[in-house]
């Protein structure tokens, strides 16, 4: 009996643990860093043998891991990389590491369904013969993010068949690409999308991306830069498309996406030996695409250099496929036949606050756009020899030059065709639809309306120094008096407050603002001045706030500082109000710009600064001093920047 229940309390003990055993939570597993400390290709599958290859890694790392490298230069692929499972590659820079295809095999190989990303690596060199994507293929329903890549000199080779895509990156169905801050370069396809292909359903967005030199082979073959086929949706934000070929449509880019969005880009150089040199759209027969380009620039690019002779669109060429163009600047195209900036019909182009100029056919001759363009109004074109402009004209400019500058590095990451002074197109657009910036990023309005075109004009500007000679501190005569008393036009700061007796300090400010140039449409006034000390309390508060009066020339009519100065009518009182802000120990505040009208082009610009509240009744010496025309220092002396163009 003994036997039995000690039996069966070892059972139930043994019960006991297992049941605990199996309400234990298993422990979490966390996500490993799998460190490529080697060059070689090796194919052990293992990382723990003392060296770990790329190959190795990504064999042996499970779904989320990251890989990261020790080690620089070039790995040399024997075969394709296949990541079959979610994974984070992370290299040390596209200038640093180097996975070569040795032009012989594919480089990525990203399996269906698997979410990648991959940074800080070039992938050149990639070969497949009669097959899609040589540098990376993404796979249907993968998702791949590259960030800080090259994507360089990877080709298909056609041996049986031209219908081969995506010589740098080639996205199948319903995958997702997004690549950021990377370059695409070099590549070759033989049908379509030499730097890039995406297809059937798939997603792509491109940001502070360069494709640049790439190319298709086959006769014809479209989108020597990219293509997005298929009902695809793509946007593209500060992108250059730029030195890209193709032997039949669409030298940069050719599309029939569902949606395709360009914001903030450049088109430009490219070539392709039939329609739209720079872009190409097309309808898809499923449903009708939605097309926008917003502040873009397509300059410089060619249609038509096939024999054939029957180029259109040198910059964009339209086929069924409605566009929408908004502050875009199209300029200095060319095309054998027709259309040297766009060519479209049935009003699918409609264009507002856009440029079109310097276009050229070298059938017709100066041809900026070819059949017909629906105006939203506020447009600049400079040749309508071959085309309709419908819808809204309001604003529109014809035949006239828009004083473009060369192609440039004008800021913001995307080069542009500046606006010199004088342009016709300067003020020109319509406030209510231009984009609130320019290409490069500049706010619109710069000046008193917005620009047409992808480039916001930039105002001269110029900032004046304080006059030593004429400017100074004003004390009161005795309290509540509001009469000058005693000045100082020597010392090297200015007094604003009240001294000891309560009599209130003013302060003139001159400028000699002569050399503005004739005609200056001024755009924007900001006047600064430097913190020196204080003696007692800082008046801010005590006395309200700090005002700025302003006299278009002098006070009375002499710039000398008088005692009159301490209150004489001006052309404007406070004009300006300061509160204790300092930044840099700087004071700064910008007129309104109906207070333009008193800065003086013909001589002196004067300012009296001035506390509300005259004392505080403290019988108590609290003034703020602030470094004057004096100053020892030049960089300390306060200062008038205006900004301006001409018109």
């Known amino acids: ?99 070569s295809g040795n032009h012989a095999t594919r480089v990525f190989n990203i399996d269906s ?49 031209d219908y081969t895509r995506g010589g740098g990156i080639e996205v199948w169905q319903s995958g997702v690409l997004t690549v950021t801050n990377s370059v695409i370069s070099g590549n070759t396809a033989v049908q379509e999308g030499g730097g890039l292909d995406a297809r059937f359903y798939s997603t792509v967005h491109l940001d502070n991306v360069i494709i640049d030199n790439n190319q298709t082979t086959y006769d014809g073959g479209d989108g020597g830069g990219v293509v997005i086929r298929e009902g695809s949706h793509a946007t593209f934000n500060r992108v250059s498309i730029t030195n890209n070929s193709s032997l039949y449509n669409g030298g940069g880019l050719a599309s029939d996406a569902t949606t395709l969005t360009i914001t903030n880009s450049l088109i430009a150089g490219n070539t392709t030996g039939g329609y739209g040199g720079g872009i190409s759209l097309y ?23 096939n024999p054939s002779g029957q180029g259109r669109g040198g910059g964009l060429w339209i086929g069924a496929a409605p566009v929408s163009l908004n502050n875009v600047t199209i300029a200095n195209n060319t095309t054998d036949y027709k259309g040297g900036g766009i060519s479209g019909s049935n009003n699918l182009i409609t264009v507002g606050n856009s440029l079109i100029a310097g276009n050229t056919s070298t059938d017709t001759g100066i041809e900026d756009c070819d059949g017909s363009v629906a105006s939203t109004g506020h447009n600049l074109i400079q040749a309508t020899l071959g085309c309709t402009l419908t819808g809204d004209t309001t604003g529109n400019l014809v035949g006239l030059d828009p004083m473009l500058t060369a192609l440039a590095d004008n800021g913001g990451g995307t080069q542009t065709h500046a606006l010199q002074n004088g342009s016709p197109a300067i003020d020109a657009g319509n406030d209510l639809t231009c984009e609130s910036t320019d290409q490069r990023g500049a706010a619109r309005p710069l000046g008193s309306h917005c620009d047409i075109g992808a480039y916001e004009f930039q105002p001269d500007a110029m900032t004046f120094t304080a006059s030593a000679s004429y400017d100074g501190w004003i004390l009161e005569s005795a309290e509540t008096s509001n009469i000058g008393g005693s000045l100082n036009k020597v010392a090297t700061t200015l007094r604003l407050g009240d001294d000891a007796a309560n009599k209130q300090y003013r302060a003139i400010l001159s400028f000699d603002t002569s050399s503005l140039p004739a005609g200056a449409m001024i755009t924007s006034v900001t006047l600064r001045f430097k913190y020196a000390g204080k ?42 109000t300061y509160t204790n802000i300092k930044v840099d120990n700087w004071y700064s505040k910008s007129l309104n710009p109906l207070d333009f009208q008193y800065v003086n082009p013909g001589g002196v610009t004067q300012f009296r600064l001035r506390f509300a509240k005259d004392d505080n009744n403290d019988f108590g010496a609290d003034f703020l001093k602030i470094y004057s025309g004096n100053a020892v220092e030049a960089a300390d002396r306060p200062q008038l920047a205006i900004e301006y163009y001409i018109p």
């Open 1 to 99: 009996m003994k036997k039995t229940s000690l039996m069966l309390n070892l059972f139930i003990a043994f019960c006991l643990v297992l049941g605990a055993l199996a309400v234990t939570p298993a422990a979490p597993a966390y996500a490993a860093t799998l460190t490529v400390d080697t060059l070689a290709d090796e194919d052990d599958n293992s990382c723990v043998d003392g060296d770990c290859s790329l190959r190795d890694a990504i064999k042996a790392a499970l779904p989320g891991d990251t890989i990261d490298f020790a080690v620089t230069g070039i790995i040399v692929l024997s075969s394709q990389l296949l990541i079959n499972k979610d994974l984070t590659v992370s290299g040390p820079g596209p200038g640093s590491l180097t996975i």
């Open 113 to 161: 369904y698997k979410v990648v990303s991959i940074s800080g690596l070039a992938v050149a060199n990639g070969q497949v013969t009669d097959m899609d994507g040589a540098g990376i293929l993404v796979r249907s329903n993968a998702n791949l993010t590259l960030d800080n890549m090259a994507i360089k000199d990877n080709a298909i080779v056609k041996l049986n068949t």
């Open 535 to 576: 003696t007692g309390s800082i008046p801010f508060g005590l006395h309200g706030s700090l005002l700025a009066d302003m006299c278009q020339g002098a006070f009375k009519g002499n710039p000398d500082l008088q005692l009159g100065d301490f209150k004489i009518a001006c052309s404007k009182n406070k004009v300006l």
């Open 283 to 305: 309808g898809n027969g499923m449903e009708t695409p939605t097309n926008t380009l917003v502040n873009v620039t397509i300059s410089g690019n060619t249609a038509g250099t």
